[in-house]
């Protein structure tokens, strides 16, 4: 199972788009409020306002804003909004 960081400021919509997240991720376990060093289980979806997370924590890693877009077009990956904000 997948090890999925969401990185955000306060506010952005992380903790609110968490359930809609988990289903597109196929994460079952939820971290809100990640310190951005603690191991991650498989499965997890950690939400986290931490500036420099540890990348290596997880396998793949999202600002929300790029999050969001993939989830507002269901034609679209979260890479392929990464690769185009890139």
Known sequence: MPKI???GKQGTGKTRRAV???QH???NVLIEEWDGASPLPDGALALTNHPNPDKSK???IYSIEIAKAALQNK???VAS???LSA
């Open 58 to 60: 997880a396998d793949e």
């Open 25 to 27: 991720f196929g994460c």
């Open 5 to 7: 960081i969401i990185t």
């Open 20 to 22: 809609e997240l988990m």
């Open 75 to 77: 034609t679209l990956s």
């Open 81 to 83: 909004f990464a690769n």
